[in-house]
């Protein structure tokens, strides 16, 4: 609260003054954390704290359990653990809301003292104005006395009964009009102090508000020392909750290791108790196989002893066997048996058959296989002939594309020569029409300044008093007091009147015209420089279109050199070097061609110099001759000043367009160089040709602005031509602007087939 405020002349000067609806605000947002906090609260909350949260201690008196007692009997104490732990962290919640409240506090109080700086900033600014207007008063002042001390000298030196009236009355409008401008700023300056007196009631009230805010202040501290205590009792309750919290949670931590060793016990109790179990699934299913095994061999052996029965029987009726022999002694009487008394007729025969069948079966796959061969050996025949076609339908083909392109290369290498020839022919009779146009506009503003030159110097001519009244230019506005003059002798001697008041007659006569010369004077360099602004800018947009045109012959001249490259890089191996070597000299020829076209397309070429010396006209003409002259000359240049707008505007859309294209084309040009996204890159190029023939068709049926309709009446580039002109040459002239345009697109147009030839060679 120890802001200070810097006090003016009038008073406490404040930087900018609320609204009374800002005001009740900031007041309300001030007031808000005391209306939901009263004044009892924090006893009451303290008292509420203490029934619920009786001591600790208290509570955690009883000792836990030894390590001797089961985990069972340790889960209802640490559960009322957890509860008291979580009653601690409410405290701590609670005590971080206080902390919140403060620093809104706090925040709200900081943001009412930056309203009371910026009231004072205002204050200052006003002041400031009142000031500056005050200053204004009085130079406005001091020039009236000025202009009232150089009326008095003029009058004083053109003494004479005839001037005092129009001094009085030029001195009266003077003052008058003075007297006009300090009325309006005494009423600004009365609206100032009133609106001054306004905001310093404003500013008293924004030290009421701020005395408020600083008692509010000071009970949001007493209460923030309260809330420090209960901060600081909290934290000791929090502080013994803590320790007993640890202690408790020790005894929970051993419960837990006694509970972890019994489970890891149980544990390996059911991995046993698993692994016994898997050994006796293994044991019997090992008792199942082993049973199966041995029905099995039960079946073979039944099987075994038939078939022994069965061939000691065959023996024994080929030759005599004792009967009484057992089942072993069998067995090992026909094992002694040789091989031959086991041959059968019957078993010979299928072999063979066998074998036979085996080999026909063999005989017929390797029939197939010879089948299957033949068929891929006449179908690689066929395929080698069709190979055979294509590769001379091909080299057909490449020999009628090769003659295509050299043929084409010819007429694209004549079309060029000829686009070339027709352009430069175009920008030089371009340039000679434009150097015509401002030769004529510079001739024309000569005769102007001679005209202007020959008005500014009317005293030199000046004899006497009668002569000067004589070379007075009396227009249309001077004041119908004014008598008509003459030249003659006899009509001077005739005059009626006083010497005197024809001298005074005179000199009021020729300050007019001294006034009026002025006010025409200063009109007309007004608007001689507006022209010469119009003709600079006129200058710059078309060296700018030059430029432009240059540059893009150049860049076609690239595109061509690139494109021979392509070309020479497309064609066979057997030609020779020294044709790469023949190229470079055209290039230097397009180069310095380029070179003097720029040295032509240039301004400085086209402007004439003024000449050093300018004649000085004769004054033989009458006024009214002159004027009229005047005014000619001026409706001239006006035309001719909306002639060349009118072209500049078209040039500046013919610019753009022209630079979007060109802008796609160098785009299309990387694509095609970069070797990516050819379909989207040939796409581009027909929409750019396709632009290009709409601005072309546009082009050709342009009118200028000034056409009415009818041909002999309207404004044509023609009728600004030099009057040295035949008609025959003024018969075939067309529109400068619109033949550059058409050439643009034409060599846009050109350069966009020639990527496009490009792209298709190389694709």
């Avoid at 509010?216 to 309750?237: I, Y």
Wanted: net charge negative; hydrophobic share 35%.
């Amino acid at each position: 609260m120890g802001q200070e405020f810097t006090r003016g002349p009038s008073g406490p000067s404040p930087i900018s003054v609320p609204s009374r609806h800002e005001r009740g605000h900031a007041a309300e947002a001030a007031l808000r954390p005391q209306r939901r906090r009263p004044a009892g609260q924090s006893q009451a909350r303290r008292r509420r704290q203490q029934l619920l949260l009786p001591p600790l201690a208290s509570r955690l008196a009883p000792s836990l359990p030894s390590s001797a007692h089961r985990p069972a009997t340790l889960l209802p104490r640490v559960g009322s653990e957890m509860d008291e732990a979580a009653d601690s962290s409410e405290l701590l919640r609670r005590v971080e809301e206080l902390q919140r409240e403060k620093d809104e506090k706090q925040n709200s109080l900081e943001v009412l003292l930056r309203r009371v700086e910026g009231l004072q900033y205002e204050m200052d600014e006003k002041v400031d104005l009142v000031e500056v207007l005050t200053r204004r008063v009085e130079d406005l002042q001091r020039e009236r006395d000025a202009l009232r001390k150089d009326i008095e000298q003029l009058c004083m030196q053109q003494a004479g009964p005839g001037y005092v009236s129009v001094a009085t009355r030029m001195l009266t409008q003077r003052t008058a009009a003075l007297e006009q401008d300090i009325e309006n700023l005494q009423k600004k300056l009365g609206g100032c102090l009133r609106e001054n007196q306004n905001l310093q009631e404003e500013l008293a009230e924004a030290y009421r508000i701020k005395s408020q805010l600083a008692e509010l202040h000071g009970a949001a501290l007493s209460k923030n020392k309260d809330l420090e205590k209960q901060v600081r009792f909290f934290q000791s309750s929090v502080a013994q909750a803590f320790a007993e919290r640890d202690s408790s949670l020790m005894e929970c931590e051993k419960a837990k290791e006694r509970e972890e060793a019994v489970s890891r016990k149980f544990a390996d109790f059911e991995e046993r108790m698993r692994e016994y179990q898997l050994a006796i699934d293994e044991q019997k299913h090992l008792n199942d196989d082993l049973q199966r095994e041995l029905t099995e061999l039960k079946a073979h052996t039944e099987l075994s002893l038939k078939v022994i029965l069965k061939f000691y029987d065959l023996r024994c009726r080929d030759s005599e066997c004792s009967s009484s022999v057992t089942f072993e002694e069998k067995c090992s009487i026909l094992l002694d048996d040789c091989a031959d008394n086991w041959s059968f007729c019957s078993d010979g025969g299928t072999s063979t058959l066998k074998y036979i069948a085996s080999l026909e079966a063999e005989k017929e796959s390797l029939k197939a296989k010879i089948s299957k061969l033949q068929s891929n050996l006449r179908m690689g025949l066929e395929i080698e002939q069709h190979l055979q076609r294509n590769a001379r339908i091909l080299e057909k083909r490449q020999a009628l594309y090769d003659g295509f392109l050299r043929n084409g290369l010819s007429e694209l290498q004549k079309f060029y020569t000829y686009q070339k020839a027709e352009i430069m022919k175009i920008l030089e009779e371009e340039s000679s029409q434009l150097i015509k146009v401002v030769a004529g506009i510079q001739d024309k503003l000569t005769e102007i300044c001679i005209n202007t030159e020959v008005n500014e110097h009317p005293a030199n001519e000046i004899q006497c008093c009668d002569s000067s009244c004589k070379d007075v230019h009396v227009t249309t506005d001077i004041s119908p007091s004014t008598c008509p003059k003459s030249d003659s002798p006899a009509d001077l001697n005739s005059v009626s009147f006083d010497e005197s008041k024809a001298l005074a007659q005179a000199l009021q006569e020729k300050m007019e015209a001294l006034m009026l010369f002025s006010q025409e004077q200063e009109r007309y360099l007004l608007e001689k420089q507006r022209d010469l602004i119009v003709i600079e800018e006129l200058q710059k947009n078309l060296s700018q279109v030059k430029d432009e045109k240059v540059k893009i012959l150049m860049e076609l001249a690239k595109l061509k050199e690139q494109y021979l490259l392509l070309q020479g890089s497309a064609v066979k191996e057997g030609h020779d070097t020294g044709d790469s070597s023949k190229v470079i000299p055209g290039q230097h020829d397009q180069q310095g061609m380029l070179k003097t076209m720029l040295k032509r397309t240039s301004l400085r070429h086209w402007m004439r110099k003024e000449s050093s010396t300018i004649g000085h006209g004769s004054s033989d003409g009458n006024d009214h001759t002159v004027c009229k002259e005047h005014s000619v000359d001026v409706a001239r240049l006006r035309v001719e000043n909306a002639m060349l707008l009118e072209g500049v505007g078209t040039v500046e859309r013919l610019t753009s367009s022209v630079r979007r294209l060109h802008i796609v084309l160098l785009k299309a040009y990387d694509d095609i160089k970069s070797a990516d996204s050819l379909e989207s890159t040939f796409e581009a190029l027909n929409s750019l040709i396709t632009e290009a023939n709409l601005m072309k068709t546009a082009l050709n049926v342009v009118l200028p602005v000034s056409w009415s309709g009818d041909s002999s009446d309207a404004i044509t580039y023609e009728a600004l031509c030099d009057p040295s002109d035949s008609p025959k040459s003024k018969s075939w002239k067309v529109d400068p602007l619109s033949s550059a345009g058409m050439e643009m697109v034409e060599l846009l147009i050109l350069a966009a087939e020639i990527l496009k030839e490009s792209f298709l060679v190389k694709k």
